[in-house]
């Protein structure tokens, strides 16, 4: 263990006083934010308005930032069971966890399948950074600490909307239980708003304190498609890249492609950015339908592996359009804080949206072992994340442009400016 870096003092440590806490939203960072507080201590109520946590998203990848919280969190292991299983492994994290790492990020200009430069992310990046990366389906995480939570002793309640916190942002809020129809209020010592991009508690908090809460299209979206091998299997050169414990990335004007193999390469992961359509510019969900024509259209010109990939694709692809948030002027109210998407929703280019929620929940729960206090916690929790999680979502919209620029002078600059596939060997 000890190439892993630990961030997360307070996991062993207990909170000063054991609170109760109800936190709205099952999703990644609600449900580690469950278990950071349980194991610290704490009595944990989740809410969470889907009736039945399913297999909803694609691909997620796990940095080391979030790597070494789950380590802490005793999750990890589990976690790494279910990703991508690697044919190279840096024996420097055998005993974490002896395969699941993502080796290499290869770039590659899009017209053309010739590789430009390798970024070494084992055993470099993990070296670096304190643990190495891996890929998972966001089901799989999000069953493996939902598994969790409930093994330390979170009440979690599906199928319960939460309507509403207390027009005061005292420690209550307002639940409609789906399945008997019932509305009741609840009250605890804190809430965690861990609601997603499309918080309702953020706009309740940010209406009561006269700011406009509203995302501003990018022009970006996101085409999402997961290719089963079994489809591939006529087809040796995605069925090879399938094989590779490899995440590849096209870069080319005004889109990119990302893509790597997930569930033991059963499935292969591609995330496709490109121009949102201006009928569908102000749609904002993961789920939205995109047509799979447009999609090749798109890549006609791209390289002959793309093409193949993509000709795998079913006629249903999903289309998520991409916006920005501009930073919140807080992120507490009284008792009641956001976390995760709900506060810092992120554009998917540096694939931090999960990693950071988690930190959220790491550092709040560490906050309650300083003190008992709880607005006193939840100023410290503001304080050490706000300022990093805005930063780093800067990041990820100056990100677009490097990854989507035309072809010209800045581009050749930025091309002969990676790393070269020799680098990658002297790692
Ligand atoms: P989320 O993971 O979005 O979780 C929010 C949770 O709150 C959801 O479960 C939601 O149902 C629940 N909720 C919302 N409102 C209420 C309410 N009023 N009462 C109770 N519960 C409520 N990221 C990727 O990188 N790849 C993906 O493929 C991917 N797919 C996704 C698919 C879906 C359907 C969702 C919701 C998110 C997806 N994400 C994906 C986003 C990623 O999971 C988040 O960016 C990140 O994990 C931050 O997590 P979060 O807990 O803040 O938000």
């Not at 399913?54 to 990890?76: E, K, S, W, Y």
């Not at 309702?200 to 299209?217: L, N, V």
């Not at 022009?219 to 399938?242: E, K, Q």
């Not at 591609?270 to 339908?289: F, G, N, R, Y």
Request: net charge neutral; glycine share 8%.
């Amino acid at each position: 263990m000890e190439t892993i870096r630990d961030d997360f003092q307070g996991s062993d440590r207990r909170a000063v006083k054991a609170l109760n806490i109800i936190i709205v939203g099952a999703g990644i960072g609600g449900l580690t934010a469950g278990i950071a507080l349980a194991h610290t201590g704490h009595c944990v109520t989740i809410f969470e308005t889907v009736s039945e946590i399913t297999d909803v998203g694609a691909g997620i990848q796990i940095a080391p930032n979030a790597a070494r919280i789950l380590h802490r969190l005793d999750v990890l292991r589990d976690v790494m069971d279910h990703a991508t299983v690697l044919e190279r492994v840096s024996v420097r994290y055998v005993d974490m966890c002896s395969r699941n790492w993502l080796v290499a990020n290869i770039s590659r200009r899009y017209t053309s399948d010739d590789e430009m430069a390798t970024f070494p992310l084992l055993p470099a990046n993990g070296l670096k950074y304190g643990a190495p990366m891996g890929v998972i389906h966001r089901g799989d995480l999000q069953n493996i600490l939902l598994n969790k939570a409930l093994e330390l002793g979170c009440h979690i309640f599906t199928n319960h909307k939460v309507m509403a916190v207390d027009p005061k942002f005292s420690a209550k809020v307002h639940v409609h239980d789906g399945t008997t129809g019932e509305r009741f209020w609840l009250s605890a010592d804190m809430v965690i708003a861990a609601d997603g991009v499309k918080s309702h508690i953020r706009q309740q908090m940010m209406t009561s304190k006269g700011y406009k809460d509203e995302p501003i299209p990018t022009g970006d979206a996101a085409y999402r498609l997961l290719i089963p091998r079994n489809r591939v299997l006529d087809d040796p050169l995605t069925l090879s890249m399938m094989d590779k414990n490899v995440a590849m990335r096209y870069m080319g004007p005004g889109g990119h492609i990302m893509a790597y193999p997930i569930r033991g390469s059963s499935l292969y992961n591609i995330v496709l950015l490109h121009p949102a359509k201006s009928e569908t510019l102000s749609e904002d969900v993961w789920t939205s339908k995109g047509s799979r024509e447009d999609m090749l259209k798109f890549c006609a010109g791209w390289s002959p592996a793309v093409q193949k990939w993509l000709a795998h694709a079913d006629e249903d692809v999903l289309e998520w359009n991409l916006h920005v948030y501009p930073d919140l002027p807080t992120w507490t109210q009284g008792n009641v804080a956001l976390l995760g998407d709900a506060c810092h929703p992120m554009l998917p280019y540096v694939a931090q949206g999960a990693a950071n929620a988690m930190e959220d929940a790491a550092v709040l729960a560490t906050a309650l072992t300083c003190t008992s206090n709880v607005r006193l916690a939840l100023k410290m929790y503001e304080t050490i994340r706000k300022s990093r999680a805005e930063k780093i979502a800067a990041g990820a919209t100056a990100t677009a442009y490097t990854l989507h620029m035309p072809d010209g002078p800045e581009q050749v600059a930025r091309d002969q400016g990676l790393v070269s596939p020799g680098a990658a060997k002297q790692n």
